[in-house]
C-alpha cells in the first residue's frame, strides 16, 4: 500500500521559509506527478504547485510563482515544497498528493484534486505577521 508521509512546516514569521517533505513508501518507481495542495479554514482545498515524474516540468498557482519552488529527488521518492517570503495568506494545512497514471504535468488535469490517487495527511503551515 502506497503511503505518502509528509515532513516540514510549522510557525514562521512573515518574510521567513519553510521546506515541506514528502516521501512515497511503496512503490518500485517515482515517474508520476507529485502535486502540493493547501486547505485554509473554510476555504476549498488550493492547487499550489506540481513538478513531473522526471522533474522537469513544474507548475505554480500565480499567488505563489517566485516564491516557492517545488522539486523531488527521484532516488528518495519525495517531494520538496520550499517556500520562502511567506505572507500571513499563506496559512495553511498542506497536503502533497501523487498521480499514479501520468508521468506528464498538465495543468488542466492537476490543479484538479480530484485527480490524484493518493494524499498525505497534511502538515500546519502558519505565518504570523
Known amino acids: 500500500q502506497v503511503q505518502l508521509v509528509q515532513s516540514g512546516g510549522g510557525l514562521v514569521q512573515a518574510g521567513g521559509s519553510l521546506r515541506l517533505s514528502c516521501a512515497a513508501s511503496?512503490?518500485?518507481?517515482?515517474?508520476?506527478?507529485m502535486g502540493w495542495f493547501r486547505q485554509a479554514p473554510g476555504e476549498e482545498r488550493e492547487f499550489v504547485a506540481a513538478?513531473?515524474?522526471?522533474?522537469?516540468?513544474?507548475g505554480y498557482v500565480d499567488s505563489v510563482k517566485g516564491r516557492f519552488t517545488i522539486s523531488r529527488d527521484n532516488a528518495k521518492f519525495t517531494v520538496y515544497l520550499q517556500m520562502n517570503s511567506l505572507t500571513p495568506e499563506d496559512t495553511a494545512i498542506y497536503y502533497c498528493?501523487?498521480?499514479?497514471?501520468?508521468?506528464?504535468?498538465?495543468?488542466?488535469?492537476?490543479?484538479?484534486?480530484?485527480?490524484?490517487?493518493?494524499w498525505g495527511r497534511g502538515t500546519q503551515v502558519t505565518v504570523s505577521s
Open positions: 498528493a501523487a498521480d499514479f497514471t501520468r508521468q506528464y504535468y498538465s495543468p488542466s488535469i492537476h490543479m484538479v484534486p480530484s485527480n490524484y490517487d493518493s
Open positions: 511503496g512503490r518500485a518507481s517515482s515517474n508520476y506527478v
Open positions: 513538478v513531473s515524474g522526471s522533474g522537469r516540468t513544474t
